[in-house]
């Protein structure tokens, strides 16, 4: 196997979101949600797209009016249909599994993420575990192995 540039490993994230659910004006929950990414306690994405801040405000002023475009359709209610819950800060964590990068020749580093690695630099391909395949052009004949397995 060649030299193992990287080894494998799990990397933990952690996310934090600002989340609201909707309820309707009879206080049953619709399923809708509004979420918004914190970083380090903070909303993430600040300044807020515009998109984004007319969510927040109407789940924080729930009878503000906002009236951020102009509306093609005139029929069009500005009346909310629902109100939010309070705001409650969620926390996602999961983890992210890096695969092993190989050295496989001199100008390729091959990462070993799926059943077969190909090197870019020679066009070598591997298995998962690193292990050198046999050329293209042998698959199916010699080596037994149909294209269907490999993919
Ligand atoms: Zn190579």
């Not at 009878?63 to 951020?68: E, G, K, T, Y």
């Not at 695969?99 to 993420?113: A, Y």
Request: include cysteine; glycine fraction near 8%.
């Amino acid at each position: 196997m060649p030299r193992v540039v990287r080894k494998s490993y799990w990397e933990t994230w952690t996310d934090e979101c600002l989340e609201f659910r909707r309820i309707q004006k009879d206080g049953t929950p619709d399923g809708g949600w509004f979420g918004f990414d914190l970083k380090d306690g903070e909303l993430k994405d600040w300044p807020l797209h515009e998109v984004a801040l007319e969510n927040l405000l109407r789940c924080l002023v729930p009878d503000a009016v906002v009236c951020a475009r102009d509306w093609d359709d005139e029929s069009e209610s500005f009346e909310q249909s629902w109100v939010a819950t309070k705001g409650r800060i969620k926390e996602y964590r999961g983890q992210y599994r890096w695969p092993t990068i190989i050295q496989c020749c001199e100008n390729g580093q091959v990462e070993l993420s799926n059943f077969t690695n190909t090197c870019r630099s020679c066009g070598a391909d591997y298995n998962s575990s690193g292990q050198l395949l046999a050329p293209r052009h042998m698959w199916g004949e010699e080596t037994g192995e149909h294209w269907s397995e490999i993919y």
